[in-house]
């Protein structure tokens, strides 16, 4: 039963942490993704920019990466849709 409880305790704290991401920015010109610091994946930034920016018939170029003012943890990368 114990095991269980901790279980359970560790999919709470997980699925918490989701729920805690900063939105990102978008529009038809451009997207700024939060990305966590000590968890990311510049790879996938990077196809979720470029296809939010396909969507406009356009492609993604990255444009400069800023810390939330905040937080340590949360940054987030810009890319322009040119």
Same mark, same amino acid.
């Given at each position: 039963?114990?095991? !269980?409880?901790?279980? $359970? !305790? %560790? /999919? +709470? $704290? /997980? %699925? ?5 991401? @900063? @939105?990102? &920015? &978008? ?14 994946? @510049? %790879? /996938? !930034?990077?196809? =979720? ?7 406009? +018939?356009?492609? /993604?170029?990255? %444009?400069? =990466? &800023?810390? =939330? ?14």
């Amino acid at each position: 039963m114990r095991v !269980l409880s901790i279980g $359970l !305790l %560790v /999919a +709470g $704290l /997980a %699925v918490s942490g989701c729920a805690n991401t @900063p @939105p990102a &920015t &978008t529009s038809e010109r451009g997207i700024s993704l939060p990305y966590d610091l000590w968890d990311y994946n @510049p %790879v /996938a !930034l990077d196809a =979720e920019a470029r296809r939010h920016c396909e969507g406009f +018939g356009r492609s /993604a170029k990255y %444009v400069s =990466e &800023t810390t =939330e003012g905040k937080s340590v943890r949360w940054r987030y990368r810009h890319y322009e849709c040119v």
